[in-house]
């Protein structure tokens, strides 16, 4: 236990500090000042933090870009022709079907909610591994979830998408903690 601890901390002083956030995909939802486009670019930063660091941050820029680099007022009040703009947009294995649905998950979500806490935090008891498995039900619980999505949202309930040699749902995990950071005030990260 002291082992993992003390590994812990190492990656804290490595990681934690705001030198790291311009190269890092975190650096996306520094990008704006407004908590719901945060949130928003934040979780898509998530979805696509996996592989080459550069590329993940180009790509998010991309897709901020396409929303006019206002996510929340897009997702809220786009018309059909808007969507039709995103039709390209690809990042490795997620397409515009998932880009459309995970446009769909914010907009329902957003019409009931003020923030996506409460998509993973539905009550402040909850911690990290609970939140993830909560929102990864949550977000497919729409009956026309595309099946494919899936992959894109993990969660540590799902054995097989938490290999270690892969282990994305650790990684969302790291990045949840680091949007958590970013979104509600941490000591550094702000």
């Known amino acids: 236990?002291?082992?993992?601890?003390?590994?812990?901390?190492?990656?804290?002083?490595?990681?934690?500090?705001?030198?790291f956030i311009p190269n890092d995909p975190i650096s996306i939802p520094h990008l704006f000042t407004k908590k719901k486009d945060i949130e928003i670019a934040g979780l898509f930063a998530a979805i696509f933090a996996w592989g080459n660091r550069t590329i993940i941050i180009n790509k998010s820029k991309e897709l901020m870009e396409l929303m006019d680099m206002q996510p929340y007022d897009f997702i809220m009040n786009h018309q059909e022709s808007d969507l039709q703009n995103l039709m390209q947009f690809k990042h490795r294995t997620f397409n515009d079907t998932d880009l459309l649905y995970c446009i769909d998950f914010m907009k329902r979500h957003f019409t009931q909610y003020n923030s996506l806490e409460e998509a993973f935090f539905p009550s402040s008891d909850m911690n990290v591994e609970a939140a993830l498995n909560h929102f990864q039900a949550y977000f497919f619980s729409h009956p026309d979830?595309?099946?494919?999505?899936?992959?894109?949202?993990?969660?540590?309930?799902?054995?097989?998408?938490?290999?270690?040699?892969?282990?994305?749902?650790?990684?969302h995990g790291a990045r949840l903690a680091s949007i958590r950071s970013v979104l509600y005030p941490a000591p550094v990260c702000r």
Do not use: F, G, W
């Open 145 to 171: 979830a595309p099946h494919r999505t899936r992959k894109h949202i993990p969660s540590p309930v799902q054995k097989s998408a938490c290999k270690p040699r892969r282990a994305p749902c650790i990684h």
């Open 1 to 19: 236990m002291q082992n993992i601890k003390k590994l812990l901390d190492e990656k804290v002083k490595q990681y934690n500090h705001p030198d």
